[in-house]
């Protein structure tokens, strides 16, 4: 059993399978990086960046842009790397299968769903909190509270308690509304995107712009608020503990490597689009983080709508904050399309080598969508989205993401020993230092979230439901063990025809 855990698909093979693929290769390196900055800039720069500067690092959150930023900046030139050379759907999940084997490719397929299905569901709270905020601003109040937020709450101390709400309705809505135009196809998709793109990047630049001209500079000390003895509460334990939460804020750009089998040149125009949305998106987390933390003291920026609370607090800027929340809307919409975009082509890759399912690589004939793949994530999407809460939600996608990350910067260095000689389109420099560094910096983000009590204990009951689902379908119907041609890991797989 273990040897069949081990084995690796050739990087041939999953060549070929690009090749021969259903999926309609539409995509460029503009699309592509705007699939990659529609799923970064959302939730990060509208949400958590004053929630994280107000209870953990202060104006240091700046700082936490920079650790989180660094840790994505490796992760992506390995994610570069790996699309270049493995240019299929599936992300870290078909790297995974290429270099660590079938038993940890399953692993971080898993964790891709979870990843990608509960971003989206968590976004689509984010997205309904601030379509709320907009109602109010018209005084418009048709909507119910008991339909604009989850039934139950989690807190540390408190555990699950019921909050005496239905489910949230806006969240279920614009999930079902993104499941429809993800249906109709990806250029489609990839067109609204772009739109919706252009007008939270507009946003955004408009907030640094005017706002910089309100910063009070005492506002910015001191800029690493004394830690209060507690444990990720300001100091440098602080900036660590908002550098984990706010990762969130990054995911997004791996989303575009599951488009790497519907882009036109996939070698050339995948590493672009990860890396040039990873470098505008850190750009302007770091800007917008800094303008905003001195328009305001941080303690003030303990906000959903941290944005809207720094514009609000200087009466020449109140008539931003109506195009802010036009602006948070869109750019929620945006990550929500990207991330369940992401999700169907997880399902769709995971389906082709056989471990789940046929269905979930049914394309339709006209759309070349794979339409099951696309509704069922709407589904879970929309169910999570109107049933859990936003911390729960948040917490579980970031601890999936950065398991990906470790994996993927682990195995372009594995790739390196065990496959020297193959093509490298796109070939990461210093690759050691990479790889470690990516390593290192997405764990020490992966360990300050398992320090918080019960992220760590989901995740373990996460990863007993998969290995149960592979185990009673996969490990049986694996297309590489009913006809495929596995190989071991080791030098004896170097020898690759060029």
Same mark, same amino acid.
């Given at each position: 059993?273990?040897?069949?855990?081990?084995?690796?698909?050739? /990087?041939?093979?999953?060549?070929?399978?690009?090749?021969?693929?259903?999926?309609?290769?539409?995509l460029?390196?503009? %699309?592509?990086?705007? $699939?990659? #900055?529609?799923? #970064? $800039?959302?939730?990060?720069?509208?949400?958590?960046?004053?929630?994280?500067?107000?209870?953990?690092?202060?104006?240091?959150?700046?700082?936490?842009?920079?650790?989180?930023?660094?840790?994505?900046?490796?992760?992506?030139?390995?994610?570069?790397?790996?699309?270049?050379? #493995?240019?299929?759907?599936g992300?870290?999940?078909?790297y995974?299968?290429?270099?660590? &084997?079938? &038993?940890?490719?399953?692993?971080?397929g898993?964790?891709?769903?979870?990843? @990608?299905?509960?971003?989206?569901?968590?976004?689509?709270?984010g997205?309904?909190?601030?379509?709320?905020?907009?109602?109010?601003?018209?005084?418009?109040?048709?909507?119910?509270? %008991?339909?604009?937020?989850?039934?139950?709450?989690?807190?540390?101390?408190?555990?699950?308690?019921?909050?005496?709400?239905?489910?949230?309705?806006?969240?279920?809505?614009?999930?079902?509304?993104?499941?429809?135009?993800?249906?109709?196809?990806?250029?489609q998709s990839?067109?609204?995107?772009?739109?919706v793109?252009?007008?939270?990047?507009?946003?955004?630049?408009?907030?640094?712009g005017?706002?910089?001209?309100?910063?009070?500079?005492?506002?910015?000390?001191?800029?690493?608020?004394?830690?209060?003895?507690? =444990?990720g509460?300001?100091? =440098?334990s !602080?900036i660590?503990?908002?550098?984990?939460?706010?990762?969130?804020?990054?995911?997004?750009?791996?989303?575009?490597?599951?488009?790497?089998?519907?882009a036109?040149?996939?070698?050339?125009?995948?590493?672009?689009?990860?890396?040039?949305?990873?470098?505008?998106?850190?750009?302007?987390?770091?800007?917008?983080?800094?303008?905003?933390? !001195?328009?305001?003291?941080?303690? +003030?920026?303990?906000?959903?709508?941290?944005?809207?609370?720094?514009?609000?607090?200087?009466?020449?800027?109140?008539?931003?904050?109506?195009?802010?929340?036009? &602006?948070?809307?869109?750019?929620?919409?945006?990550?929500?399309?990207?991330?369940?975009?992401?999700?169907?082509? #997880?399902?769709?890759?995971?389906?082709?080598?056989?471990?789940?399912?046929?269905?979930?690589?049914?394309?339709?004939?006209?759309w +070349?969508?794979?339409?099951?793949?696309?509704?069922?994530?709407? /589904?879970?999407?929309?169910?999570?989205?109107?049933?859990?809460p936003?911390?729960?939600?948040?917490?579980?996608?970031?601890?999936g993401?950065?398991? %990906?990350?470790?994996?993927?910067?682990?195995?372009?260095m594995?790739?390196?020993?065990?496959?020297p000689?193959s093509?490298?389109?796109? *070939?990461?420099?210093?690759?050691?230092?990479?790889?470690?560094?990516?390593?290192?910096f997405?764990?020490?983000m992966?360990?300050?979230l398992?320090?918080?009590?019960?992220t =760590?204990?989901r995740?373990?009951?996460?990863?007993?439901?998969?290995?149960?689902?592979?185990?009673? @379908?996969?490990?049986k119907?694996?297309?590489? *063990?009913?006809?495929?041609?596995?190989?071991?890991?080791?030098? %004896?797989?170097?020898?690759?025809?060029?």
């Open positions: 059993m273990l040897k069949n855990l081990l084995a690796v698909k050739s /990087i041939q093979d999953l060549a070929s399978e690009s090749d021969k693929g259903e999926l309609r290769r539409s460029g390196p503009v %699309a592509l990086t705007a $699939i990659g #900055i529609g799923g #970064i $800039i959302g939730t990060g720069i509208f949400v958590l960046t004053g929630l994280a500067a107000a209870q953990h690092a202060g104006p240091a959150i700046v700082l936490s842009f920079v650790i989180a930023g660094i840790g994505c900046i490796f992760a992506g030139l390995c994610y570069a790397e790996f699309a270049s050379m #493995i240019p299929v759907s992300s870290a999940y078909a995974s299968y290429a270099t660590l &084997g079938e &038993g940890v490719a399953w692993f971080i898993w964790n891709l769903i979870l990843e @990608y299905l509960f971003a989206a569901s968590t976004v689509s709270v997205w309904s909190r601030y379509l709320v905020k907009l109602l109010e601003e018209f005084d418009i109040n048709f909507i119910p509270a %008991a339909l604009t937020s989850a039934p139950v709450e989690y807190t540390v101390e408190k555990g699950f308690y019921a909050t005496g709400a239905m489910f949230n309705l806006p969240a279920v809505l614009i999930v079902t509304v993104v499941t429809v135009i993800l249906t109709l196809g990806i250029r990839s067109l609204t995107n772009a739109i793109v252009a007008i939270k990047v507009a946003i955004v630049v408009l907030v640094i005017f706002g910089a001209f309100y910063i009070t500079a005492d506002n910015w000390h001191p800029f690493i608020p004394e830690n209060t003895g507690v =444990w509460q300001y100091g =440098w !602080g660590l503990r908002a550098s984990g939460i706010i990762f969130f804020a990054y995911i997004g750009f791996d989303a575009v490597s599951t488009a790497a089998q519907e036109k040149n996939p070698q050339r125009d995948v590493p672009t689009g990860i890396l040039a949305s990873l470098v505008v998106c850190t750009i302007l987390y770091i800007l917008m983080s800094g303008v905003l933390t !001195g328009m305001l003291a941080y303690p +003030q920026l303990n906000d959903a709508a941290p944005v809207a609370a720094a514009l609000q607090a200087h009466s020449e800027l109140r008539w931003l904050t109506t195009p802010v929340i036009f &602006g948070a809307l869109a750019g929620l919409t945006s990550v929500i399309l990207v991330m369940m975009l992401a999700q169907s082509r #997880i399902f769709y890759s995971m389906s082709r080598d056989g471990l789940l399912p046929p269905r979930f690589r049914a394309c339709h004939p006209q +070349q969508t794979p339409v099951f793949s696309t509704v069922l994530t709407g /589904i879970g999407a929309g169910l999570m989205g109107g049933l859990l936003l911390n729960v939600l948040g917490e579980l996608v970031s601890s993401t950065l398991l %990906a990350f470790v994996t993927v910067c682990i195995g372009i594995v790739l390196r020993v065990t496959k000689d093509p490298r389109p796109f *070939r990461v420099k210093w690759v050691w230092f990479v790889g470690i560094g990516g390593t290192l997405c764990g020490v992966l360990a300050s398992f320090a918080t009590g019960g =760590w204990y995740i373990v009951l996460w990863t007993i439901l998969g290995f149960l689902v592979y185990f009673g @379908y996969g490990y119907h694996s297309a590489l *063990r009913n006809g495929g041609s596995s190989r071991p890991i080791g030098p %004896a797989s170097t020898q690759l025809s060029k």
